[in-house]
């Protein structure tokens, strides 16, 4: 079982950052992949990057690509999204998960990929 708790969501203007961290605890370790996933209301969830850390592997969504960073902390067991150059369409609810090594690569760029979720964080960014 893992245990995941985002933080660092809030209120931005447009073009401005925020680093979001995702601690985790439990069975956790470089077994998993971690990502993040955003849903705006009315808005399926969609995915905005994840990080295979035993690969060093990183993905993005395109819609991110160049203004987010995500990196892991295994000493803290901490994953981060540094967000920068925010934008009005970033808003929305910012999920952490985790997911077990052993799919296909492509699998962790979809919900699917999976099994374990944080509660979720709010960014806002206003324009």
């Known amino acids: 079982q893992v245990q995941l708790v985002e933080s660092g969501g809030g209120l931005v203007q447009a073009g401005g950052s925020l680093r979001l961290s995702c601690a985790a605890s439990g069975r956790t370790g470089s077994s998993y992949a971690m990502g993040w996933f955003r849903q705006a209301p009315g808005k399926e969830r969609e995915f905005v990057a994840a990080i295979i850390w035993s690969v060093g592997r990183t993905y993005y969504a395109d819609s991110v690509k160049g203004r987010f960073t995500i990196s892991r902390d295994n000493a803290k067991n901490t994953v981060y999204l540094q967000m920068n150059s925010l934008k009005p369409e970033d808003t929305a609810v910012y999920y952490c998960?985790?997911?077990?090594?052993?799919?296909?690569?492509?699998?962790?760029?979809?919900?699917?990929?999976?099994?374990?979720w944080g509660q979720g964080t709010q960014v806002t960014v206003s324009s």
């Open positions: 998960a985790a997911g077990l090594l052993g799919r296909r690569y492509s699998d962790y760029e979809w919900p699917r990929g999976y099994d374990y």
